[in-house]
């Protein structure tokens, strides 16, 4: 009889055991409860934003483009400003993930409209943070609301980039796992902007001619934003002023900038043969380009140029 071989035995019985946990290994299937939890994981932050203009939509479009859903209140500034708010109201905005403003005087109703949004889910930006404001000369009153804030802020592209940043600053907090997509596109928005503005520097320098009035306030923001020097003239003046104003600069290079075109016209009744240069920037509306408005203002001021 053949003598057992207990050391092959051994080896036979590891090497069967080596099989089967490498077979369990392969074909074996996770847990439901796994399987679920990664799917969690891998789900996309899906956010509801409502803004309060179609600007705020633009600039926030540009950061996150299609990944969330996006809804504005107010086709113009008009609206904005005389907006009446109700319960309804307050219950939409509370659903919300994220509520955007202007700020600085923009939506005069804003301070009651927030006290009285339900604390918790909605979080609440106000793209004027971070940015230098102005008072106007003269405090107004929109909707039985004192407005003493400038609201014009974004005009200056500076505090126009940092609204941008607390835009995209606010959802990246929110939504960390996209952090360096919404970095992205700010950045190349910004490069647009700083493009567009270099252009419009180098032809300010035709500014330098002449002395410059700025009529009212609300281009101030701009104005010290490229730094210009200027003197400004309130809106409203009795008509003797404006006589005044421009008849001490005899024999100077006169340059009014202005955005009211209608207090220009008055201007010119009162000054009979006023000899002034003029520069008319149009405020954009919400729903404008802000790249075309700075690009605006750059070709204006190459038709200065070439008209003196």
Known sequence: MKKFNMKKFTFLLIMVNVFFFIALSVYSTP?????????????????????????????????????????????NEDEAQKFTFSQDSLDNISSMDFFLYM??????W??????????GKVGVINLSRGTRTLNYSKPKVINNN????NPYYWL????YKISLYNIKSAIQDRDPKNREYYEDNYEVLIQKIDKEVEGLKQEQKILNEYNIYLLGDNLEYL????????????????????IKTFGELKGSKKLIIYDDIKAMEDIKKYVVGLNVKELNIKIPNYSDDYLSYINNIKEQLKALDSSK
Do not use: C, W
């Not at 200056?156 to 505090?159: A, E, M, R, T």
């Open 31 to 75: 847990k439901a409860a796994n399987s679920d939890n990664n799917k969690i994981e891998e789900r996309d932050t899906y956010l509801n934003i409502i803004v309060t203009n179609k600007l705020i939509f633009s600039m926030t479009k540009e950061i996150v483009k299609n990944k969330h859903n996006i809804e504005y209140m107010f086709k």
């Open 103 to 108: 700020g600085s005087g923009a939506e005069p």
């Open 110 to 119: 804003i301070n009651d409209f927030i006290n009285g949004l339900k604390k």
């Open 146 to 149: 004192e407005v003493k804030v």
């Open 156 to 159: 200056s592209p500076d505090d």
């Open 223 to 242: 104005m010290k934003s490229l730094g210009i020097e200027y003197s400004k003239i309130p809106l409203g003046e009795e008509p003797q002023e404006y």
